[in-house]
């Protein structure tokens, strides 16, 4: 039996709100359809950067099954499971079974840290009762424990588990999980951090799992092929223009969610979906707004989109 | 309108389980009478030491309304809602409201960090809508992010939040906020870790917060008062017993599980409820449990109990 | 043979400079005088809060000379020999004997992190070599590394090892300490944080290491005599002035430096000794400058001094 | 004017020792001879590979000139000056000057932490007053701070700064590193950790600062020149021998010291110079001596060398 095998372009969808536990579901029909036609390989929800922690388990059920009938199959569907409950992330994982998804993803339970050995114990347990492939999701920033690469070889070989998100940054890491899964095309290894990944598929990795995604599909699903193409020259010129965008959006403010809230609001600005995000974080003030909208101006006069 | 004020030892209490979403019933119906009769101030369901962040909603409601039912009025009790999402802590808070519970714990989101300035935000937000009076809680261990004095002093003037209860473990703060609060009744201030609760409430701290009281109440119920009193001899003698006491039970291993596992099997051999505990933590493996019952012979020896 | 013991105030002074590589004779003969009028048991040059490892070794070896003269055997001084050199640190401590120096003390290597075995091994060579008894001093804010209970235990046993110094400010490890030695009087114990140092006291610390001493040598003095008199209300009171002493004087900046840099320019205002910080460090700008003066009119009012 | 510009592979020397504060002066100058005939584009002394913290100053000021001197302009040669102390900084950097090197390089001081403001203005401190030119180094792990990019963009336009050494492995800085400065071929940007020199040169790097190059520079000299090239199957055949390499020989215990246990034993087994470390670190034990033993026939059987 092979495991799951999923290559490119592998957004995580930011969630649409209308009120922090309301779904903008025109929205996200919307972002669905512009991923889509953008090329994407396949969609990522509930993932960080679709705050999944910040959403009702009621939200979270609705917004997995609205994705997945409109997506109807047209790339592949993953789900993030990521709880600090063991029993909530499986009970999240039949839902999306049942709603057509094809895979789930977990980081580590974030409340209560983890010893290497007891994520041994806790993955394990939690890839036997996975009704789906479980793909492990290294985000210590978020969840303060790291993955070891001796903790991802070990659980690599769980017939159930078929791969590693990295969202460290941690160059040294990311470059050993490479090497010791260079031969083992059953076990996928990606990339999260946008502005890195270029490089990391030039390197062996299978994809990338990248925010901006959601508002610049084509320019990222570009990259991606230019460098699993090894296409060095193209890379460097799509990758340039990633570096630009994130240095020119994503700087809004210190918070956390700086990211995020430039990322909704340029997809308000868009016409696509609402600008609001969950507590702990609020959209953008009035001079965050400004400067997205600065921002966005000067992408457009270099023709972004 | 005065503030809710609770004074003295508030234990929280561990979450006795048969599985990891099955409630030990018959367990925690004794742990609660062993605890009153033990002398404790009041009860706090659903903290850290209760592993709340562990269960399914449907095991935390359960434990609400069963301990607000067994308690019967007895002892005031307050009830962890700390959640990554908003509305679930809402949600669990008129739950706590209708099962009897007097009063609120929140510690900040624990997924994404929030700033200073968030926080204010978020906090004040939760104190609007949350139905009972609501007690900040300082855990930057486990949420990652810091409630700053000058947070918790403007949190401290909105009517429903009610004083903060700190697990920091950082004397220098805690002192800042005795210091802040000391002309403020209204406004109470714990200590979490049982080995510095006694200097703690000998400078002016109202009460603490300690796990240990799970299973020497009465130990925890007379150091508490001799503070208070500022019985300086009696409080050395105390807190040295404590002291020992800790020393000797909760160093099983490296994991942060460590009191936890050792506690809760404690009261197992003690017959009071199950020593198992919620993924990703595993109740002691047989090495630890011999660690776990030498400690108890050692302290049999010295009359704890 | 009995350890070197001492007991009470033993200030860190701070090193008065005319320039970056220029000692301020005059105000250093000054501060040394207004100290020990002030009543203080001990003095310890070229700690933290002495700026040491800014300053050249030419500096410091000045320094300790000019102190250790100045002093006169007046009361014990103590030397930092903290060097992330093993050879400067024992070059240092026997220039610190020359001149009548009684003791050392010395924080982890700063720039490698050692293990806690590394850490044993590097201290029992640097107490063999140690012409002077030595204290260790825990650091973990500047030198990345913890002095564990268990690694200060094994180090105790050295015969020329006399105490530790605790400046983590956490309070369950100095819990811990105080209760693994209490039955010891020949290994010391002692606190750094000013605002913990009354708790710390009278819950069997032998002393305080108290930067704030430099300025208000008395108030200190009072506080830690108070303390060791277990005279709980004097305590209180004396307490609460050193709060408010650090709350109104010290938050100048968002800077490490922030209390050196007040501590500093109050003793230049007071007429004692120059405000100049060594690099990475400056002196207050304008701006801090009337803050800190502002700061002192209300210490002041308030019979500071 | 220009600024100084060194391309590709300048490995940090380690400092080859007969004891704590004695120099291996044979084994310096083989390493040396070694180094060169390996193909490295210069040299980088007094480095964290060459435990220049550890050293006393009189033995630095002694290998600066032994290096120096033995190179004799064969290939340029930069010393670190890296120091808590601003003045011993500017004193080596003149020394580092007389003996024949080109350039100096500075990580932040390491005691105090400082703010990135405070860093703007120590650097253009240290860069006015260096008699070299003075490459900065982003060495967090060690010194507590961090370069920001908004640091390095703002001390970029110094005269005599003339490049950036980031060793803190964080991926989407170096590539922001990259991006802001890919159009200004005077500001050169250099990877330290060798895991991960490979993709920055192919993203843009100038070089490459890698420790394993003491051991194997003909190995890191290919891997720099292909990734200069372009050649993407080359780089990636030769950085995976790297990953080999250091998965097989630097793993050897849970010391920050083990890469330099294992590189420094290595040379040792090589018959290069001695495999003694500096204080706080100790050579290989007897099982770790097996460990490298082994480790090494394994690379001798692959044909490294």
């Given amino acids: 039996m092979n495991k799951l095998q999923l290559k490119g372009l592998i957004p995580p969808m930011i969630t649409p709100l209308l009120d922090n536990d309301v779904l903008d579901v025109e929205g996200a029909k919307k972002l669905t359809e512009h991923m889509i036609a953008g090329g994407v390989d396949a969609l990522f929800v509930l993932g960080t950067t679709g705050e999944a922690q910040s959403l009702t388990y009621r939200l979270r059920y609705e917004y997995v099954e609205l994705i997945c009938s409109t997506v109807a199959g047209r790339v592949p569907v993953i789900v993030g499971i990521t709880d600090s409950s063991f029993d909530e992330s499986i009970r999240l994982a039949h839902h999306a079974k049942k709603c057509g998804a094809v895979g789930c993803v977990a980081a580590a339970p974030y409340y209560f840290p983890a010893t290497q050995k007891e994520l041994i114990d806790y993955y394990t347990a939690l890839a036997d009762a996975c009704p789906l492939p479980l ?78 995604a959601n508002l610049f599909p084509e320019l990222f699903s570009a990259m991606t092929k230019a460098a699993a193409a090894g296409d060095l020259a193209k890379v460097q010129e799509l990758n340039d223009k990633i570096q630009f965008m994130s240095a020119t959006l994503y700087g809004l403010c210190d918070s956390d969610a700086s990211f995020m809230k430039a990322l909704k609001l340029a997809l308000e600005l868009h016409g696509i979906c609402s600008g609001n995000l969950a507590w702990p974080y609020r959209r953008c003030d009035e001079k965050e707004t400004a400067a997205v909208k600065a921002a966005l101006a000067e992408l457009d006069a270099r023709n972004y989109r």
């Fill in 135 to 212: 793909f492990l999701y290294n985000m210590p920033s978020k969840v303060k424990v790291f993955l070891n690469v001796s903790t991802v070889l070990t659980l690599s070989k769980h017939p159930n588990i078929a791969g590693v998100k990295d969202s460290s940054g941690n160059a040294g890491y990311f470059a050993s999980l490479l090497h010791h899964f260079k031969d083992n095309p059953e076990f996928s290894v990606y990339m999260g951090p946008e502005e890195v990944t270029a490089p990391a598929i030039l390197m062996g990795a299978d994809g990338g799992v990248n925010g901006g």
